[in-house]
């Protein structure tokens, strides 16, 4: 069993920056991509970005070149800088982990930009 716990949402307003963090714990596992999914109210949930261990990020079109993910492997942690943050960027961000074939949620922490 993976437990994944989250941090760092917030409020921020337009432009502004946020950094989300999750950690993930757990015994016998061996986590093979992590990433950060959102969902808005009233849309569905949708990929944010996502990092295979030792691969390339790839990221959602609407944030690419705002957005950074990052890992820390040895701490099994994930990272989601967010630059120039702007209204739409508003929902919930859950952490997410595929290890031994299994899905992994982590609760969600909201992000809201308003002014």
């Known amino acids: 069993q993976v437990q994944l716990v989250e941090s760092g949402g917030g409020l921020v307003q337009p432009g502004g920056s946020l950094r989300l963090s999750c950690a993930a714990s757990g015994s016998g596992f061996s986590i093979n991509t992590m990433g950060w999914y959102r969902q808005a109210p009233g849309k569905q949930r949708e990929s944010v970005a996502i990092?295979?261990?030792?691969?390339?990020?790839r990221y959602a079109g609407s944030v690419k070149g705002r957005f950074t993910i990052s890992t820390d492997d040895a701490k099994n942690t994930v990272y989601l800088q967010m630059d120039n943050l702007q209204p739409e960027d508003t929902a919930v961000y859950y952490c997410?982990?595929?290890?031994?074939?299994?899905?992994?949620w982590g609760q969600g922490t909201q992000v809201t930009v308003s002014s």
């Open positions: 997410w982990g595929l290890a031994n074939s299994l899905d992994y």
């Open positions: 990092v295979p261990r030792g691969g390339t990020p």
